[in-house]
């Protein structure tokens, strides 16, 4: 598998028809102690709720790789620890994707997996209405990988950049004004962010079908 490692895919020993706890996955899978489950279950009883893994990720009981194997253990996703350099994605699988998506929804294309589909990480596995809307936005289907919310932020960030910056230097080149250049590049960037409201409504209309 080319755009990571290690992949791990849905091979892993499934729990059965019964959907286990995330606490229980991290435990007999992810390496998390019992008593760090315990202490997390008493922060969130005491905060009167919110989501287990996130309290002990906050509370450093767990880190974002145990959570995000957990997750796709849980939802039986496949799970990548290790994303691909910025330098690796290709300006074809962001370029229908704004930015501020990609950031909010915490999505990012990250490759073509070996059935040549776009694996796409997500920090999310359940969040299908998502998902569906990245195949829709790339118009083709996508596979989910799940992989931790924090590198996926690090990786659009630097990839959007990155991308933001090449493009910019080539306009400079080709119309030999650099201001020029900037501008047109700042269009588009607004562009891909006015570009929500349209995903927003696309969203809004799968969860009706």
Not at 4 to 19: C, D, E, N, R
Not at 22 to 43: K, T, Y
Not at 86 to 105: C, H, M, T, W
Not at 156 to 180: F, M, S, W
């Given at each position: 598998m080319a755009v990571g490692s290690p992949y791990v895919p849905t091979g892993l020993p499934s729990?059965?028809?019964q959907q286990p706890l995330i606490g229980e996955i991290l435990v007999s899978r992810c390496g998390v102690p019992q008593d760090a489950i315990d202490r997390?279950?008493?922060?969130q009883l005491e905060?009167?709720?919110g989501l287990l893994g996130e309290i002990l990720v906050r509370l450093k009981l767990a880190d974002e790789d145990q959570l995000a194997m957990a997750?796709?253990?849980?939802?039986?996703?496949?799970?990548?620890?290790?994303l691909p350099r910025a330098e690796d994605i290709g300006v074809e699988l962001i370029e229908k994707l704004p930015i501020n998506f990609a950031r909010q929804r915490?999505?990012?294309?990250?490759?073509?997996?070996?059935?040549?589909?776009v694996m796409v990480a997500v920090a999310d596995?359940?969040?299908?209405?998502?998902?569906?809307?990245?195949?829709?936005l790339l118009g083709e289907p996508v596979d989910p990988v799940v992989a931790s919310a924090t590198k996926i932020t690090d990786l659009i960030n630097k990839t959007y950049t990155r991308l933001?910056?090449?493009a910019e230097l080539e306009e400079g080149v080709k119309k030999g004004d650099e201001?020029?250049?900037?501008?047109?590049?700042?269009?588009?960037?607004?562009?891909?962010l006015d570009a929500n409201d349209d995903i927003d409504n696309l969203l809004r209309q799968s969860r009706v079908g």
């Amino acid at each position: 598998m080319a755009v990571g490692s290690p992949y791990v895919p849905t091979g892993l020993p499934s729990f059965g028809a019964q959907q286990p706890l995330i606490g229980e996955i991290l435990v007999s899978r992810c390496g998390v102690p019992q008593d760090a489950i315990d202490r997390a279950l008493n922060r969130q009883l005491e905060e009167g709720g919110g989501l287990l893994g996130e309290i002990l990720v906050r509370l450093k009981l767990a880190d974002e790789d145990q959570l995000a194997m957990a997750l796709a253990l849980q939802s039986e996703s496949d799970y990548l620890r290790d994303l691909p350099r910025a330098e690796d994605i290709g300006v074809e699988l962001i370029e229908k994707l704004p930015i501020n998506f990609a950031r909010q929804r915490l999505v990012m294309p990250v490759g073509r997996g070996q059935s040549g589909r776009v694996m796409v990480a997500v920090a999310d596995p359940t969040a299908a209405d998502v998902i569906d809307a990245v195949g829709v936005l790339l118009g083709e289907p996508v596979d989910p990988v799940v992989a931790s919310a924090t590198k996926i932020t690090d990786l659009i960030n630097k990839t959007y950049t990155r991308l933001r910056g090449g493009a910019e230097l080539e306009e400079g080149v080709k119309k030999g004004d650099e201001e020029q250049g900037e501008e047109v590049q700042n269009e588009e960037l607004n562009d891909l962010l006015d570009a929500n409201d349209d995903i927003d409504n696309l969203l809004r209309q799968s969860r009706v079908g």
